[in-house]
């Protein structure tokens, strides 16, 4: 963990206490259902708009940090999205169209831009210790977070959630102007080479791989956001109730926080698509665990197969595809990814809905094939490397080296 810079420890601090205060959008849909007396399809629509905002954020986010630098997206779409929360209890009910998907957006930039600067920061060989030391803050944060908003909500209103998060959004940022300086930007900034190719030109010339994990990430996202969606709804049908899905997500959480940094630290020298496909795989068997039926002891099975394979697949994803970056695209390398890694909060519901609705004994099944193919495609390319892997190697061995002597 010597290798993680300083610059990312402070990050990750300021992330945990950001999402310390993120609990806005886990209450939303109450709160438009409740506060603002909307129904469920006009709550949904809203909700969903946003939802579609916070993927386009992530998507496209890196962009802007390829072209004004990481730290000035990072505070601009703090500052942008921190306003927005903390104005949005005294709005009109229209104008949540425009101001919700508007901070979601700013959000999703936000987001790529930390996986930006930590790519930046760490250098190629260690990034995987970096992202899981990024993830570790984030996911420790949000563990704390719906629980201290249940708490405002109850005690207070609503209301209060959003402006807490936005008041936290912005003092992010103002932490994050203090402890990020300008310097690292500017000089990214200046070093594009002229012979620079574009974003789907090095993508087929520098990793190939990546046209194949991309989608494949997509495909398990969707999956594995069904757990949010159909599995509650699932779980209820059968008679097992909210008390046991609330200690499946523990499960989840508690389970990430003690392992993912350890088994990161483990496998850091292993190949990593092989790791992210047999995570991807782990996933698959996850969902597939509750083909027999609605058991305690299947959910519990299916919570631990899908929380290996996150742990397995979800850094050394982040960080490959950080390694497989030019400089002078790493914001959209990272935009990609964190796109790809987040579409499932747009995809599961109205997908996993749909084939809950029409056939439920399909969904299960159905999700552990996808998730099993993709992970194979992953496979495939990881070995489809085989024979240049030893000159990556070697050229990796040598930049860090002279990392090192720069450092």
């Given at each position: 963990m010597r290798a993680v810079p300083r610059a990312v420890w402070l990050l990750s601090a300021g992330i945990f206490v950001n999402m310390l205060v993120a609990f806005t959008f886990v209450y939303l849909f109450v709160y438009l259902t409740s506060s603002r007396g909307l129904s469920v399809t006009e709550?949904?629509?809203?909700?969903?708009?946003?939802?579609?905002?916070?993927?386009?954020?992530?998507?496209?986010?890196?962009?802007?940090?390829?072209?004004?630098?990481?730290?000035?997206?990072?505070?601009?779409?703090?500052?942008?999205?921190?306003?927005?929360?903390?104005a949005l209890p005294v709005l009109p009910t229209a104008a949540l169209l425009l101001v919700l998907p508007l901070c979601q957006y700013a959000a999703g930039?936000?987001?790529?831009?930390?996986?930006?600067?930590?790519?930046?920061?760490?250098?190629?060989?260690?990034?995987?210790?970096?992202?899981?030391?990024?993830?570790?803050?984030?996911?420790?944060?949000?563990?704390?977070?719906?629980?201290?908003?249940?708490?405002?909500?109850?005690?207070?209103?609503?209301?209060?959630?959003?402006?807490?998060?936005?008041?936290?959004?912005?003092?992010?940022?103002?932490?994050?102007?203090?402890?990020?300086?300008?310097?690292?930007?500017?000089?990214?900034?200046?070093?594009?080479?002229?012979?620079?190719?574009?974003?789907?030109?090095?993508?087929?010339?520098?990793?190939?791989?990546?046209?194949?994990?991309?989608?494949?990430?997509?495909?398990?996202?969707?999956?594995?956001?069904?757990?949010?969606?159909?599995?509650?709804?699932?779980?209820?049908?059968?008679?097992?109730g909210t008390g046991v899905y609330g200690a499946l997500l523990a499960i989840n959480g508690g389970a990430i926080l003690c392992l993912e940094l350890p088994a990161t630290l483990a496998l850091r020298n292993r190949a990593p698509l092989r790791i992210i496909g047999a995570g991807l795989l782990l996933v698959g068997l996850g969902f597939a665990a509750l083909v027999p039926g609605a058991f305690t002891l299947s959910a519990v099975a299916m919570m631990l197969l899908v929380t290996a394979g996150e742990i397995l697949y979800k850094t050394p994803a982040t960080a490959y595809v950080a390694d497989s970056a030019p400089a002078h695209l790493q914001g959209r390398f990272q935009s990609l990814y964190a796109g790809a890694s987040i579409s499932g909060t747009v995809l599961a519901p109205p997908l996993g809905g749909a084939v809950y609705e029409a056939a439920p004994g399909l969904l299960w099944p159905l999700c552990g094939v996808l998730a099993a193919l993709a992970g194979a495609a992953v496979l495939v390319a990881s070995r489809h490397r085989t024979a240049g892997r030893a000159v990556g190697a070697e050229g990796g061995a040598v930049s860090r080296a002279r990392g090192e002597v720069r450092a």
């Amino acid at each position: 963990m010597r290798a993680v810079p300083r610059a990312v420890w402070l990050l990750s601090a300021g992330i945990f206490v950001n999402m310390l205060v993120a609990f806005t959008f886990v209450y939303l849909f109450v709160y438009l259902t409740s506060s603002r007396g909307l129904s469920v399809t006009e709550a949904g629509t809203i909700a969903g708009v946003g939802g579609v905002g916070l993927v386009a954020g992530n998507f496209t986010g890196g962009w802007f940090g390829d072209r004004f630098g990481h730290r000035r997206t990072l505070l601009t779409g703090s500052v942008v999205s921190g306003t927005g929360l903390v104005a949005l209890p005294v709005l009109p009910t229209a104008a949540l169209l425009l101001v919700l998907p508007l901070c979601q957006y700013a959000a999703g930039a936000v987001r790529a831009a930390n996986s930006a600067l930590v790519a930046a920061a760490v250098p190629p060989g260690s990034r995987r210790q970096g992202f899981a030391v990024m993830r570790f803050a984030a996911n420790a944060g949000f563990t704390v977070g719906p629980p201290l908003g249940a708490l405002i909500a109850t005690r207070f209103s609503y209301g209060w959630l959003f402006l807490a998060d936005g008041l936290g959004t912005l003092l992010f940022a103002a932490y994050a102007s203090r402890v990020l300086t300008a310097e690292g930007s500017r000089a990214q900034r200046a070093a594009v080479p002229a012979d620079a190719t574009g974003l789907w030109a090095a993508l087929r010339t520098r990793r190939p791989a990546l046209l194949v994990l991309l989608p494949a990430i997509v495909v398990v996202d969707t999956v594995y956001r069904q757990q949010y969606s159909t599995l509650p709804v699932f779980l209820a049908d059968h008679g097992i109730g909210t008390g046991v899905y609330g200690a499946l997500l523990a499960i989840n959480g508690g389970a990430i926080l003690c392992l993912e940094l350890p088994a990161t630290l483990a496998l850091r020298n292993r190949a990593p698509l092989r790791i992210i496909g047999a995570g991807l795989l782990l996933v698959g068997l996850g969902f597939a665990a509750l083909v027999p039926g609605a058991f305690t002891l299947s959910a519990v099975a299916m919570m631990l197969l899908v929380t290996a394979g996150e742990i397995l697949y979800k850094t050394p994803a982040t960080a490959y595809v950080a390694d497989s970056a030019p400089a002078h695209l790493q914001g959209r390398f990272q935009s990609l990814y964190a796109g790809a890694s987040i579409s499932g909060t747009v995809l599961a519901p109205p997908l996993g809905g749909a084939v809950y609705e029409a056939a439920p004994g399909l969904l299960w099944p159905l999700c552990g094939v996808l998730a099993a193919l993709a992970g194979a495609a992953v496979l495939v390319a990881s070995r489809h490397r085989t024979a240049g892997r030893a000159v990556g190697a070697e050229g990796g061995a040598v930049s860090r080296a002279r990392g090192e002597v720069r450092a």
